[in-house]
């Protein structure tokens, strides 16, 4: 219970400063070496690299690349958000490839200063933000041709599922949270990956007042009118690990509360914006309008 309640706090104090961290042409549009092999840090990049066919130049990966299952084969770095400089060169990578607001900085920072080339691969909750990471990845694989073909695929994909969604007019007002501990609620503004799957799958976000996660007092909560709860199935079946977010007094005032409508989804597939989204959208989309749920 305590390790779920720090990292998401620990989430949402690092959400504005890794979302505004700056990213240079360098470190997106490098080309690596091609015997280089490769850490992958972040679970879209890991889910790409394998899409592309090149699983072959990873040597390890990191703790949020657990998709697809032959990818958890590979050694763990660490944390993204917390990685260990010593831990990712313990296996002597030739190149990495990370998706941006890895870090912290300063251990970003120690691993250029050791000459391993990086390519940092920006996080955008949109459907350009997915095919750019795509581009960028084959770019650095020197997997163009591949990356291209992927890249038209998921793009149609993507095109399809958002046209269904949106046919729906019947837009849910959904309210994510990341964390219920203790009470307290900690939901999502504007500008995460929350927001962004919320609005491709054709529905609207409840909280728009601030960006990124904060925790909303009773009164917002009830402002907000949600019809929908989402919060991320953490897979576990102790208790704190799937709060109910019922007994909570002023979401069990709100539409949403008064007809029980809550929705988990694995947080990978959900959040990932990666070559998988489009079947999140539709799970999603699917589940808010009662058509099934991914619960």
Known sequence: MRSTLKAARRAAALFSALAASAISASETQARLPKEARVVSIGGSVTEIVYALGAQERLIARDSTSVYPHNALSLPDVGYMR??????????????????????????????????????????????????????????????????????????????????????????????FILSLQGGKVLASGTGTAAAGIIAMA?????????????????????????DVILMMDRGGSDAAEKPDPFVHPAIASTPAGRSKQLVRMDGAYLLGFGPRTAGAIRDLSSALHGNGTPN
């Open 82 to 175: 917390q990685l260990s400089p010593e831990g990712v060169l313990s296996v002597n990578p030739g190149a990495i490839i990370a998706l941006q607001g890895s870090g912290p900085p300063e251990a970003v920072d120690v691993l250029k200063k050791a000459s391993v080339p990086i390519v940092i691969v920006p996080e955008r909750f949109d459907r350009e933000g997915i095919l750019e990471k795509i581009r960028i990845v084959g770019h650095a694989l020197d997997a163009e041709t591949k990356a291209g073909e992927l890249a038209k695929a998921v793009e149609a994909d993507l095109k399809s599922a958002e046209a269904d969604a949106n046919a729906n007019p019947d837009r849910k007002r959904v309210l």
């Open 202 to 226: 054709g529905a609207e976000n409840a909280v728009t007042g601030f960006s990124g996660y904060k925790q909303l007092s009773d009164e917002a909560i009830v402002m907000a009118k949600p």
